[in-house]
């Protein structure tokens, strides 16, 4: 009968959060997190500019298949140099896959030469169950407004193998591509494909 209780309770909760999550055309929901740096960070902050949030763990296949090609880096680098800000996300819980402190984090960053403007350690997942994140990676844009515009998968080859990044259609290249140029992002949202994110 317990087990049942609390059956009921994970899949209320699940669907609870399901409803809260943020759906592209509204406000994505404000937030201050701690950078691997020890910054604050704040999204309020970067109103006027666009946002993309990168759910990540480095332990994840699929986060290492655009890793470990470089996919991810490239995107990095291509957008904060339009001035795009990147936050990349940390939610894995201690003792869970793809955890890192701080220090960690950073040393990993550099020896892929990742580019983020920032990394938000977020072990406790509030930042991530404020998202509705599910999984490593998932990707949301926000629009200088404020306003959530994508929201899933990276792209459309949901694979760990490295060589269907060439033939794969990005979606946040289209939606920042689309947005940037003032056009409709035409898909705004799409299933994230990965690993679940190691919440606690």
């Keep these: ?61 699929f986060t290492k298949k655009h890793y470990d090609s470089g996919n991810m880096q490239k995107l990095q680098k291509e957008w904060t140099s339009k001035g795009v800000v990147w936050l990349t996300v940390l939610s894995s819980a201690p003792g869970k896959q793809g955890y890192k402190t701080a220090a960690e984090e950073n040393a990993y960053v550099k020896q892929v030469d990742a580019s983020p403007t920032a990394v938000l350690m977020d072990p406790n997942g509030q930042l991530g169950h404020l998202y509705g994140a599910k999984t490593t990676p998932h990707i949301f844009v926000i629009d200088p407004t404020g306003k959530l515009i994508y929201d899933g998968a990276i792209d459309n080859k949901p ?17 920042l591509n689309a947005a940037v140029s003032g056009q409709t992002v035409a898909k705004a949202s799409t299933q994230p494909y990965g690993c679940s994110v190691k919440y606690q």
């Design 159 to 175: 694979t760990t193998d490295q060589e269907d990044i060439a033939s794969a259609d990005n979606y946040v290249n289209d939606a």
């Design 1 to 61: 009968m317990r087990q049942l209780a609390l059956i009921l309770m994970a899949a209320i909760a699940a669907a609870l959060l399901a409803i809260a999550s943020p759906q592209p055309g509204q406000l994505a929901p404000d937030f201050t997190a701690i950078d691997s740096n020890g910054h604050a960070q704040k999204l309020s902050d970067y109103r006027g500019k666009f946002v993309v949030l990168e759910w990540t763990n480095s332990g994840c296949p």
